[in-house]
């Protein structure tokens, strides 16, 4: 399986390791641009701190064999105590951090698009998506909390409990992924539709369509967990056998399974994260200059053909039969001074100063 302990481990480290560059980045260009700071950038720091508390979660998890690992030939109650924890724990940071990176992009578009007087269609839409990321986030973020009552130690005692003294947790989470990734391509579609009206040239929006197009593998990566959610919650993890994006896993091994539901969920987390922080990251392109290495190749490139002409020309001062070569290609040798090379190099040298 593709999931296992050193594949959780790796985007356990990969992840935050490009979240902290992505922030480091966007403050960067911040100071560059000279300008203050915006409620995007605000809501990326938590969103950030929440990515990188994930990751080494995950690193943690998959080191202490509770992510990553299997449960065979059947979990063990230890087992059932800890990764009963560790999946509690961590969708309630799931559901904190996805908001706030929703958020994030939707007020970097609003800072974007939005119109002079506050009312043209974008607003409306952008508001409305602003309210449902809102009120998803603070409804699934109660559910996750107290999906077993007050009485949280439910959830991990075993899967019977699980069953009876909570709600029911796959057609909560079920719901949870499949709104969420409905906003996911709503906020794909958005920016692509303003772009068109951008007074800029077609170059330039193509590019800048690139750059909103990178969400698309935060699409991917939701409608993924969104299919491994309604694949559980079909079958309901009651026969021998689960089939999760085309694997046939033991339903006895639920670390297994719950190990790819957490795999994907924090992939869909992280590139998120960079997805709202490669926008404000990209005028950097424009500030960086490239020209001292164009004139350096350029420099390096006419020093190179200047001396093999030189050389050139002397190898056909003599022709192949040892007969002086034509005055069409030399001109009357000069004195030998044993300094020809050094003279023709600071000929060189002195013909690029000019």
């Known amino acids: 399986m593709y999931v296992n302990k050193g594949s959780v481990t790796a985007i356990g480290i990969i992840f935050p ?9 966007r403050i960067y260009a911040i100071k560059l641009l000279r300008r203050g700071m915006n409620i ?9 701190f929440l990515t990188v508390c994930a990751g080494v979660a995950m690193v943690i998890g998959a080191q202490m064999d509770i992510v990553g690992s299997h449960s065979l030939p059947a979990i063990t109650a230890e087992e059932q105590h800890r990764v009963g ?40 839409a952008n508001w409305t998506l602003i309210v449902i990321v809102v009120a998803w986030t603070l409804t699934f ?15 991990w005692e075993s899967l ?11 057609a ?15 906020i794909l579609i958005e920016p692509l539709l303003m772009i068109g009206r951008l007074n800029m040239q077609r170059r ?24 491994i959610w309604i694949q559980i919650h079909i079958q309901d993890v009651t026969g021998p056998t689960t089939k999760i994006l085309g694997l046939d896993l033991i339903t006895a091994d639920q670390e297994a399974i719950v190990s790819i539901i957490l795999f994907w969920t924090y992939i869909e987390i992280g590139i998120g994260l960079l997805v709202a922080c490669l926008p404000p990251c990209a005028p950097l392109m424009d500030k960086i200059s490239l020209s001292p290495l164009r004139s350096m190749l350029s420099s390096f490139s006419s020093r190179n ?4 002409f030189s050389q050139g020309s002397r190898s056909r001062e003599v022709d192949t039969w040892g007969a002086p070569a034509s005055q069409s290609w030399t001109a009357r040798p000069k004195k030998s001074t044993g300094l020809s090379t050094d003279d023709e190099i600071e000929l060189v040298l002195a013909s690029e100063r000019v």
């Open 17 to 25: 390791v490009f979240a902290a560059i992505a922030l480091t980045l």
């Open 40 to 48: 995007d950038d605000i809501l990326i720091i938590p969103a950030t």
């Open 85 to 124: 924890k560790f999946e509690y724990a961590f969708w309630i940071g799931h559901v904190l951090a996805t908001g706030f990176i929703k958020l994030a992009i939707l007020f970097l578009f609003r800072r974007l698009f939005k119109g002079v007087a506050y009312r043209t269609a974008f607003d409306y």
């Open 141 to 155: 973020l109660f559910l996750a909390i107290f999906s077993c009552g007050s009485n949280p130690s439910a959830i």
């Open 160 to 170: 019977e409990s699980l069953r009876t003294k909570c709600v029911d947790t796959f």
């Open 172 to 186: 909560l989470y079920t719901a949870n992924s499949i709104l969420s990734w409905i906003m996911d391509l709503a």
């Open 204 to 227: 330039r929006k193509i590019q800048t369509s690139l750059v909103f197009l990178c969400s698309i593998l935060a699409v991917v990566a939701g409608l993924l967990r969104m299919i």
């Open 305 to 308: 053909f200047l001396l093999n």
